[in-house]
């Protein structure tokens, strides 16, 4: 069984920086692909940024391409979404997503991933 909690989130300004993290206990992390994902009331989740497993690659949603950075710490079993330049707009939740493959194909499909955190909840004011 894995377990990921989520945290970091809260309240920041437009144009600011944000960084969220998800341990993860249980299972093998290293060889595992995670992802961050976000829901906004009333909507479905959806990708934000994946990394593959074993020293795989990376991917993005487009609009937060160049803004967000997705990393890992093999170490400390977690991974980090180091969001920059944040835009305004609704509370969202910020979920952390464990794939039980290093390289599941779609990286940024919500079905690749078994495992999910409770959520961070993200809200940024104008």
């Known amino acids: 069984q894995v377990y990921l909690v989520e945290s970091g989130g809260g309240l920041v300004q437009a144009g600011a920086s944000l960084k969220l993290s998800c341990t993860a206990s249980g299972g093998s992390f290293n060889t595992s692909a995670m992802a961050w994902f976000r829901q906004a009331p009333g909507k479905a989740r959806e990708f934000v940024a994946g990394?593959?497993?074993?020293?795989?690659?990376?991917m993005y949603e487009e609009s937060v391409k160049g803004r967000f950075t997705i990393s890992r710490d093999n170490a400390v079993r977690r991974v980090y979404l180091q969001m920059n330049t944040v835009r305004a707009e609704v509370s969202v939740v910020y979920y952390c997503?464990?794939?039980?493959?290093?390289?599941?194909?779609?990286?940024?499909?919500?079905?690749?991933?078994?495992?999910w955190g409770q959520g961070a909840q993200v809200t940024v004011s104008s």
């Open positions: 997503g464990w794939a039980n493959s290093p390289f599941p194909e779609p990286l940024f499909s919500r079905r690749a991933y078994t495992y």
């Open positions: 990394l593959s497993g074993s020293g795989g690659g990376t």
